[in-house]
């Protein structure tokens, strides 16, 4: 029969795909796709590379990577915090107005004569206590992350404009020189430079890392995300529940941690600040390879994710083109990450 | 077991847990020795699970004490009952399958060096649990890459972690091939042997017999007894577990059987198909169906039995073919459709397409009513209220308490009340699609018996199910699905058996 035939010609190839298969298993599969955002930004600074470097001055260089973390530290912390909460399978859509809610506040604070020393840790500590407060919904009243925390987003952005819904000058001395500071490595061209925001962001991240892949607390992240709201984690004589509650409050206090950030940024306050920021958040994270179902990722991952939105807009300035293209492409490359996340999902099944 | 134990491991005294409508639990002890396997046995709600989940923290005791190794515990939750040394393993494993084995073995019991994880030492430490049930799997492997057996000596492997004092396996082997059952139950003698007692929970007999050495049985949420393997034979415990002796159970079979009448010059049928069908989902066949008859589907998992009767109950439209509905031409284009013609389809799927698990048992008997009479139209609440009083009544549905919320309700009773949803639509056609899947023994003789009732009132009826045994007892006629396709259609006489349906599968499968 040529039925017979074609399987008989079909095995070796099988056992091909069986042995690569093997061979991929020994390799975790979960890192597949932070992989993709590895690929992607290679792909881009390999762009990048071609097109703009000039004889003097290369475009992959310190200098390139400096300038997007100086951008982009507030967004990485965002995005760290966000990666705690899509862990476990939630969302976080308040952190944008936390943002701009922080900025008006340092803003008010200065102007009431109060010192860096308390203004700062107070700013941080409204983004908690915005945090714990969606915790404690979800958690205790067992309202949809979403609902919860787009009720914080009014309400943070309410609270914002009660303060102000002009632009507020931030004018402290000690608050400018913190805004100033800065590392500087290497010379003319070539000069790079790190500053309080690099030092911050990088902190939160290595912190979130230690955290996620090396204590309790963090493994349990991961159980919660295994899906039916934690029951496994549960049954399993884990606390979900302060589980729950603390990714929250992470999230909310890294939403504090950036709104300080963006403030040393813009050294201003404003009630406009950071809308949709949430969402460049969220798409940072997914492209960052972590699964919006929750369960599966890496807070590096999200590192790289980050650099990959930066990385766009970079390219999008270099090429002159309007800054709106910079939504398009991340709309592009949002939409791939999430048809390969589908597509790996569709195949562990 | 040899010379009685000295203490028991776990006393549990007075035990009630109650839930909106349902008493669950009623005053029950149970009690469990170390280095025994003990099997817990009752019908679908008799309390089984709810004297697990009670044991394992899950449910709160509403009264009742819960004694380990002697000293009164207070089980809030899983956790608790962990550090009490019970541990539990699920019909569905409850690990999480977006870790690695070791992560789950592990879980919460990480090897650390101050607040920080030892990754290596842990998964040292996981593999040498894992080496100890002899299961050869690499810790760094994802655990969701495993089988359910595998997935459930994880579960074990886990118990060992906490060195646990008390193992609960709740349903473990349903979804085991026997090669499985068998590991698993090398495994669960060798815990014994170590002191670990073993709570079993069944719906195999044979399994209970192969591995207990003392059986609790419970009905209707209390306890009827506690017994030594060897002093309670089968025929015992299901009549205990039944509450009557098994004879009732083979009583149905003589009376399907007396009311097999072949109609040879038969009355017009009530529904006549012709090449019916729908691409993908099942190929054209033909079938005729008449009032006061029983006509079985057999065919294996996937052969298009619930394709035929989604495609004759207006559920799924067709391609091709025309069905005829007391000789008149009609298109089902819709469940509704069709129950406006007399077609009712009760769904395989009790859980997603069947319950409405929010609404109480009333609110769900009412839904199809209220369908059929359209939405402007509501029922007025005292021939509701009557509807569901006789139904409840005569499909002897409990608790029989119509406020109850159905997903409290066990599997059988939530069946008994979706059958109760179709008959209150007086329909001249009812098709069962698997409705005594996952009831145990009782319930199951009960609806069978239903069944054969309302074929004798003259209702038709499709009776679709697995269990080959119980096609041939009920049906008057077989149609025989293999493929996709209606392969043979017999009658259903005394020397057709399962062989022989078994037989037409596999002959028409060399055929094709």
Redesign the interface.
Known sequence: MSTDEMVRAERPAATVVHRARRALSGFDRRFLPVLGTILTLMIMLGVGQERYSTERVDFISMKLLSNLLVDNSYLLVLAVGMTFVILTGGIDLSVGAVVALVGLSIAEMFSAGLPIVVVLPVAVLIGTTCGLLIGVMVQVFDIQPFIASLAVMFLARGLANVISVNSLKIDDDGFSALAAWSLKFGEGRELWRINASIVVALSVLLIAFLVLHYTRFGRSVYGLGAGDGGAAVNLMGLRPARTRVWVYVISGTCAGIAGVLFALYTKSGFNLTGIGMELDAIAAVVIGGTLLSGGVGFVLGTGAGVLVYGLIQVLIAREGLDSWWTRVFIGVVLLAFVVLQRVLAVRRR | MSAAPPAPVVQMTGISIAFPGVKALDDVGFRLFPGEVHALMGENGAGKSTLIKAL?G?YQIDSGRIEVEGREVRLD???Q???AGIS?V?QEV???????VA?NVM??H?V?HG???D?RATRRKAAEYLHRLHLDVDP???L??HTIAVQQLCAIA?ALV?DAKVLVLDEPTSSLDNAEVAELFRVVRSLKDDGVAVLFVSHFLDQIYEISDRITVLRNGRLVGEHMIADLPRRDLIAAMIGKSGDALAGIEEKARSTITIHSDREEPFLTAVGLGKNGSVQPFDVDLYAGEILGVAGLLGSGRTELARLLSGADRPDTGDVRVQSALTRLTSPLAALSRGIAYSTEDRKKEGIVGDLTVRENIALAMQARRGTWRPIPRRQLDDVVARYITALQISPPNPNALIRNLSGGNQQKVLLARWLATAPRLLILDEPTRGIDVGAKAEIQKLVTELAQDGMSVVFISSELEEVLRLSQRLVVMRDRQKVDELVNTDDVTTATILETIAESGARA
């Open positions: 394992t899950v939750g899983p956790s009952a962990q550090a539990t699920y409850n690990l999480c399958a977006n870790l690695t992560e879980l919460g990480e650390r607040p920080f994880i990754w760094r492997s994802m969701s890459s886990r906490v």
